[in-house]
Every structure is written in C-alpha cells, then in structure tokens.
C-alpha cells in the first residue's frame, strides 16, 4: 500500500527563520506531489504543487523534488507566525485519481 | 463561487444511532472525495466519485458507512449504528477530474458519538 512518509513531526522555528519540511513516497509510480497548509480549525488547502525534478518557487515558498528518490522537501524563509500549521504532503500517480496524504508536519513559528 | 459546502458543521449522536452528512462540490468539479481526519490517523481516504459514478470505496469501513452521489451537485456520507470510534473530522473535497489537479476541501463536519 503506497505510503507518504513526512517529516520532522513538528518543527518549531523562530520567527524570520527558515524551515524545511520533507517527504517521501514508497510507491515508485508517483509522479506527483502537492503541499498543503492546514491551520488550526481549518480544512486543508493547496500551497504548492510540483510535477518535474527540480525547484519551484513561489514567494518565500520552495518546493524541490528529486524523482528518482520520490523525494520532496517544503522549505519556508522569513517565516512568519501566520504560518504555523499543519503542513500536509500528498502523491499521485500519473493517470491516477487517488491522492495520498502523509501525516503532516506540525509548523509552529515563535515569535 | 461559494466553495465546497459540507452540512451539518457540527453533529452529536449517540452510540448506534445513523449519521448523514452532506456535500455539495464546486459546480463544475467532476471529482468528489470523502476523507476522514483525527489526530491519531490523520487524513484517510474514504471513497471517490468521478461524473456522480463510484469509482473507489476502499478506505470505507464496509460495514456501516455508506456513500452516494444522487446528482451533481450533492454527495452523502451515511454512517449507521455509529461507535465512539467513528468521532472525526469528515471532510469533502472535489476537483476538476482525479489525481492530477488541486483539491478543493470543504470546512469539514465534526461527528462526536457519545
């Protein structure tokens, strides 16, 4: 059964600082990951998405993704206590339907 | 455009009575997904329709969650003779087809059984 596997489980930053978030996927016929930000209360939403090896970069938000590893890291700078959170990574394959997520990653931005 | 629409937000039942929930996707998503959410767990699949058909129910627990999609813009999650265990977030989510683009979640509805 494909798994998503994330980590740290929490991750507590000072504020400005920068985090890293990662995850991995057992199934080798996952072809694509998505990030989402779940705040407290709240339903889970799209942060960013990434398809092909490589960065991508959108604000103070970078994705990188190394395929040949089903490897995907979520990293944060200057972060803000805004965006304490729970950071969920998900994975499909191409022509699939069924989204996996992995556990989360708890965000906590002190201040 | 509203959103996902998830009814009741909020429902209590006691233990071996029938809960239905209700969604209403984003008018034009073909995708709809009911997940399940706890802190223990996290986020697990429930069951997917694509076009209002049923296409994967594996993450249901067979015995008493049932799921329709009636027409397309309304979905239900029926849990009968619900347990503690079955106390969570449910959320809906729908999309514009299946695994390749974003999915639009829904504000979620808290069961608690008693």
């Known amino acids: 059964q494909q798994k998503v596997q994330q980590s740290p489980e929490s991750l507590i930053v000072p504020e400005g600082g920068m985090a890293s978030l990662n995850c991995t996927s057992s199934?080798?016929?996952?072809?694509y990951f998505w990030w989402y930000r779940q705040h407290s209360g709240k339903s889970p939403k799209m942060l960013m998405?990434?398809?092909?090896?490589g960065e991508k970069e959108e604000g103070r938000f970078t994705v990188h993704l190394n395929k040949a590893s089903l490897h995907t890291s979520l990293h944060i700078r200057d972060s803000q206590p805004s965006d304490s959170a729970l950071y969920l990574c998900?994975?499909?394959?191409?022509?699939?339907?069924?989204?996996?997520f992995g556990s989360g990653t708890r965000l906590l931005v002190s201040p | 455009n509203a959103g996902v629409i998830q009814t009741p937000r909020h429902k209590v039942t006691g233990k071996g009575q029938e809960a239905t929930l209700w969604c209403e996707p984003i008018?034009?998503?073909?995708?709809v997904f009911w997940y399940r959410q706890t802190i223990v767990q996290g986020l697990e699949f429930l069951t997917y329709?694509?076009?209002?058909?049923?296409?994967?129910d594996s993450g249901m627990p067979k015995e008493r969650f049932s799921a329709q999609m009636p027409n397309q813009s309304h979905s239900t999650l029926k849990i009968q003779s619900t347990q503690p265990q079955d106390s969570a977030v449910y959320l809906c989510?729908?999309?514009?087809?299946?695994?390749?683009?974003?999915?639009?979640f829904g504000p979620g509805t808290r069961l608690t059984v008693l």
């Open positions: 989510a729908s999309s514009t087809t299946g695994g390749l683009y974003e999915q639009y």
């Open positions: 199934d080798r016929n996952v072809d």
């Open positions: 998405s990434i398809f092909s090896n």
């Open positions: 998900a994975a499909s394959r191409t022509g699939g339907y069924k989204v996996v």
């Open positions: 008018s034009g998503h073909s995708a």
């Open positions: 329709f694509r076009n209002q058909a049923p296409i994967d």
